[in-house]
């Protein structure tokens, strides 16, 4: 009877009964790390081949919004334009915070100090930025601009720890979802430079030898099992695991708070199981980005946010995803936005959201919240005595965004469980080294395993911390850092 292949399962090479495709390197996933992975490995001369289960390159990186998160080094040639210096240890500084506990030091430091000279590369592989800069507080432009504000760098307490710069770069390109043409170009790349792409291949499960070494891969072709030699490695560059409901119950289940998983491709978690089937460790997988996207427009940022205690619980100017958790966190899951006349409007992304109360006092809103009697009222009152003076001394929202809340009617904007559109992708995965090499428990590399992108539990690992373009920096950077390392090994017979 033939064993039934599957992901948590590695084939051992006295099994194989033949070698289908010999290849240096052997690529799983042909999205934002894998197209950059094989870009590095091609150019540095070994023969590659990439298995990619849909019929077409591109990954959950298409569907995104083509922004990658680069500066330091004294600005990429864009900030520098824009006039906005931006020190390798300011961005150090902040993607340390952005990591959280759990960050980073030498993939924080490779990172920083070669940022804005990533940026550079993507451009040279034909990533096209028109070079403008778009002011203002944008989840992602629907113009073709480039360079945004697109995490926490002004607000607390980041700025109070590293001089704020702006550090989104996205692809030159008008609407949502630049990820597209972005995608499109770094693919193109690929193949130009001689990549063998093989399209409906599902890899389904590693095949080491008796050392434990990673020699190949089984793919699935045209429902046969393909036997895969790698000579050199094999790099995981399968995406994450929010498309796989199991998994993010097992492992990440506040995600399920959200009720739409962005995905869009195929992050099913099977390049993490695959990498946990021969040993290797994982780390942070319960975290994951999450977004509640209550702004544009921008003047939505000047309300209060509060919970069924009547009280605030973060400064509102804070990146979307970190506004997003701490929403998720609040007692039974209740928050609301609370804004005045001057500031009312609906959110562009969910103009249907449920406007929990509406009154020509505080009073009135609080008591159709059905809240405890004078909580939300003193919270208002203290945060319009404070604001009238610019201050926010408990949350230290900044003053950019401070304004007392008294021209009514006034509103609550239902952010409760249940009542907005929350969106999540999973932020754990495999641990690896910078160069993508894969740990085991004991923290030594699994020979011929490398992972890149959100197969890897990589820079963006703390989603109270995330900002957008992390992911997208992180893929295509240290994809080309597995691409490279691999390349650099003696191909094996
Ligand atoms: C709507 C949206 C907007 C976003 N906007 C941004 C943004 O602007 N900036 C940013 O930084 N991030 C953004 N993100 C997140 C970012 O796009 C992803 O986190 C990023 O693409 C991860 O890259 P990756 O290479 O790990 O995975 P992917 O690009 O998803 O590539 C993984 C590939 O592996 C393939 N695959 C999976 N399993 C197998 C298997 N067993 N065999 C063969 N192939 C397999 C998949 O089909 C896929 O093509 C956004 C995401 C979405 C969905």
Redesign the pocket.
């Known amino acids: 009877m033939s064993k039934v292949l599957t ?1 948590g399962h590695p084939v051992s090479v006295a099994d194989v009964p033949q070698w289908d495709i010999v290849t240096d390197v052997a690529i ?8 950059c992975a094989a870009i590095e490995a091609r150019n540095a001369g070994s023969s590659v081949d990439i ?4 019929s077409a ?13 680069v500066g330091g080094s004294g600005g990429t040639t864009i900030q520098r334009k824009h006039g906005f210096e931006d020190s390798t240890e300011d961005l150090q500084r902040y993607l340390m915070m952005s990591g959280g506990p759990a960050a980073d030091q030498d993939r924080v430091t490779l990172y920083a100090n070669n940022a804005s000279a990533h940026f550079d590369w993507l451009g040279a592989q034909g990533v096209p930025f028109k070079g403008t800069y778009l002011p203002g507080k944008w989840i ?1 432009p629907t113009t073709d601009d480039t360079l945004i504000w ?1 995490g926490n760098e002004k607000a607390w307490p980041f700025s109070a720890q590293a001089k704020p710069a702006p550090r ?1 770069h ?1 692809v030159e390109f008008t609407g ?4 597209k043409l972005f ?1 499109e170009k770094l693919c193109d790349q690929a193949l130009q430079v001689g990549a063998t792409a093989h399209y409906d ?4 499960c590693l095949i080491t030898d008796h050392d434990g070494a990673v020699q190949g891969v089984v ?1 699935r072709i045209a429902g046969q099992p393909v036997y895969v030699q790698a000579r050199q490695g094999v790099i995981l ?4 695991f929010i498309g796989n409901r199991d998994m993010v119950k097992r492992y990440a289940p506040e995600a399920l708070k959200c009720e739409q998983l ?7 978690g ?2 993490i199981r ?1 990498g946990i089937s021969v040993g290797a460790t994982t780390l942070n997988m319960h975290e994951f ?1 999450a977004t509640l996207p209550f702004f544009p427009p921008a003047s939505l940022v000047k309300g209060i946010f509060v919970n069924e205690r009547g009280q605030r619980f973060i400064n509102e100017d804070s990146y979307h995803g970190r506004v997003a958790h701490y929403v998720l966190r609040q007692p039974n899951g209740r928050a609301w936005l609370l804004v005045d006349n001057d500031i009312f409007a609906r959110p562009v992304i969910q103009p249907n959201i449920t406007i929990a109360a509406v009154g020509e006092t505080w009073e009135e809103i609080e008591e159709e919240l059905q809240l405890e009697p004078g909580s939300l009222v003193a919270t208002v009152n203290e945060f319009n005595r404070h604001a009238a003076e610019g201050q926010d001394p408990y949350l230290h929202k900044s003053d950019e965004w401070l304004r007392p809340l008294l021209s009514p009617p006034f509103a609550a904007l239902s952010y409760c469980s249940g009542d907005f559109d929350g ?1 999540a ?1 999973t932020l754990g995965g495999l641990a690896t080294l910078p160069t993508g090499e894969v740990l085991n428990a004991d923290g030594q590399a699994i020979q011929g395993l490398y992972a ?5 539990c990589g820079l ?1 690992r703390w989603g109270e911390g995330y900002s ?9 950077f240290f ?1 080309r850092q597995a691409g490279l390392s691999v390349a650099a090994n003696i191909a094996r017979d």
């Open positions: 992901s799983i996933g042909f999205g934002a790390a894998g197209s298995f990619e289960v849909a390159p591109g990954g959950s990186a298409s569907w995104s919004g083509g922004e990658v998160y992602e697109s989104g996205t949502w979802g630049g990820g995608m291949a599902r890899a389904l793919v560059c399968a995406g994450g962005v995905t869009g491709g195929n992050d099913d099977s390049g695959m980005f969106h992708f890149a992108g959100r197969t890897a963006p957008s373009g992390m992911s997208l920096g992180d893929s295509t994809g």
